[in-house]
Nanobody
Framework: QVQLVESGGGLVQPGGSLTLSCAAS????????MGWYRQAPGKQRERVAV???????NYEDSVKGRFTISRDNAKNTVTLQMNSLKPEDTAVYYC????????????WGQGTQVTVSS
Protein backbone atom coordinates (compact mmCIF):
# COMPACT_ATOMS: atom_id res chain seq x y z
CA GLN A 1 0.00 0.00 0.00
CA VAL A 2 1.25 3.46 -0.95
CA GLN A 3 0.15 6.69 0.67
CA LEU A 4 0.76 10.08 -0.92
CA VAL A 5 0.44 13.49 0.66
CA GLU A 6 0.71 16.66 -1.44
CA SER A 7 1.58 20.13 -0.26
CA GLY A 8 2.48 23.50 -1.73
CA GLY A 9 -0.62 24.60 -3.61
CA GLY A 10 -2.10 28.06 -3.36
CA LEU A 11 -2.95 31.27 -5.13
CA VAL A 12 -0.37 32.88 -7.40
CA GLN A 13 -0.43 35.66 -9.97
CA PRO A 14 0.15 34.93 -13.66
CA GLY A 15 3.85 34.62 -14.33
CA GLY A 16 4.54 33.48 -10.79
CA SER A 17 5.95 30.25 -9.44
CA LEU A 18 4.89 27.48 -7.08
CA THR A 19 6.50 24.29 -5.90
CA LEU A 20 4.39 21.23 -5.21
CA SER A 21 5.75 18.44 -3.05
CA CYS A 22 4.54 14.90 -2.57
CA ALA A 23 5.62 12.77 0.35
CA ALA A 24 5.20 9.06 -0.28
CA SER A 25 5.15 6.18 2.15
CA UNK A 26 5.23 2.48 1.36
CA UNK A 27 7.63 -0.17 0.26
CA UNK A 28 9.74 -0.38 -2.89
CA UNK A 29 8.73 3.11 -3.99
CA UNK A 30 11.84 3.42 -6.09
CA UNK A 31 10.27 0.91 -8.49
CA UNK A 32 7.20 3.06 -9.04
CA UNK A 33 6.72 5.72 -11.67
CA MET A 34 5.86 8.97 -9.91
CA GLY A 35 3.93 11.78 -11.45
CA TRP A 36 1.68 14.78 -11.22
CA TYR A 37 -1.77 15.04 -12.76
CA ARG A 38 -4.28 17.86 -12.70
CA GLN A 39 -7.99 18.30 -13.08
CA ALA A 40 -9.65 21.60 -13.86
CA PRO A 41 -13.39 22.16 -13.27
CA GLY A 42 -15.44 20.42 -15.95
CA LYS A 43 -12.42 18.72 -17.48
CA GLN A 44 -10.89 15.28 -17.32
CA ARG A 45 -7.84 14.60 -15.24
CA GLU A 46 -4.71 14.95 -17.35
CA ARG A 47 -1.11 13.93 -16.89
CA VAL A 48 1.24 16.85 -16.28
CA ALA A 49 4.61 15.23 -15.72
CA VAL A 50 5.93 11.77 -14.91
CA UNK A 51 9.32 10.43 -13.89
CA UNK A 52 9.76 6.69 -14.26
CA UNK A 53 11.64 4.41 -11.90
CA UNK A 54 14.52 4.58 -14.36
CA UNK A 55 14.56 8.38 -14.36
CA UNK A 56 12.92 8.98 -17.71
CA UNK A 57 10.79 12.14 -17.68
CA ASN A 58 7.77 13.08 -19.76
CA TYR A 59 5.87 16.36 -19.76
CA GLU A 60 2.53 17.37 -21.13
CA ASP A 61 3.16 19.69 -24.08
CA SER A 62 1.64 22.80 -22.50
CA VAL A 63 4.01 22.71 -19.51
CA LYS A 64 7.26 21.91 -21.30
CA GLY A 65 9.89 24.52 -20.50
CA ARG A 66 7.89 25.84 -17.54
CA PHE A 67 7.51 22.88 -15.17
CA THR A 68 10.20 20.60 -13.78
CA ILE A 69 9.59 17.29 -12.05
CA SER A 70 12.13 15.60 -9.82
CA ARG A 71 12.20 12.70 -7.42
CA ASP A 72 14.33 11.85 -4.43
CA ASN A 73 14.25 8.11 -3.81
CA ALA A 74 16.15 8.43 -0.55
CA LYS A 75 13.47 10.74 0.87
CA ASN A 76 10.52 9.21 -1.04
CA THR A 77 9.49 12.58 -2.41
CA VAL A 78 8.53 13.94 -5.79
CA THR A 79 8.50 17.64 -6.54
CA LEU A 80 6.94 19.74 -9.27
CA GLN A 81 8.51 23.15 -9.78
CA MET A 82 6.09 25.34 -11.71
CA ASN A 83 7.29 28.57 -13.28
CA SER A 84 5.67 31.12 -15.58
CA LEU A 85 2.26 30.02 -14.41
CA LYS A 86 -0.77 30.80 -16.52
CA PRO A 87 -4.47 31.03 -15.62
CA GLU A 88 -5.05 27.83 -17.60
CA ASP A 89 -2.79 26.01 -15.13
CA THR A 90 -5.50 26.46 -12.51
CA ALA A 91 -6.58 23.02 -11.31
CA VAL A 92 -6.42 20.53 -8.50
CA TYR A 93 -3.05 18.81 -8.75
CA TYR A 94 -2.70 15.17 -7.74
CA CYS A 95 0.38 13.14 -6.97
CA UNK A 96 0.40 9.66 -8.47
CA UNK A 97 2.43 6.52 -7.92
CA UNK A 98 2.09 3.81 -10.55
CA UNK A 99 3.26 0.22 -10.48
CA UNK A 100 3.43 -1.31 -13.94
CA UNK A 101 3.83 -5.06 -13.81
CA UNK A 102 1.50 -7.83 -14.85
CA UNK A 103 -1.15 -5.47 -13.55
CA UNK A 104 -1.14 -1.70 -13.17
CA UNK A 105 -1.72 -0.23 -9.73
CA UNK A 106 -2.36 3.49 -9.30
CA UNK A 107 -2.22 5.35 -6.02
CA TRP A 108 -3.36 8.95 -5.59
CA GLY A 109 -2.93 11.74 -3.12
CA GLN A 110 -5.81 13.88 -1.92
CA GLY A 111 -4.97 16.73 -4.27
CA THR A 112 -3.87 20.32 -3.77
CA GLN A 113 -5.49 23.37 -5.33
CA VAL A 114 -3.43 25.65 -7.58
CA THR A 115 -5.10 28.89 -8.63
CA VAL A 116 -3.43 31.29 -11.05
CA SER A 117 -5.23 34.61 -11.05
CA SER A 118 -4.58 38.31 -10.80
Amino acid sequence: QVQLVESGGGLVQPGGSLTLSCAASGSALRFYAMGWYRQAPGKQRERVAVVTSGGRINYEDSVKGRFTISRDNAKNTVTLQMNSLKPEDTAVYYCNARWEGVRIYDYWGQGTQVTVSS
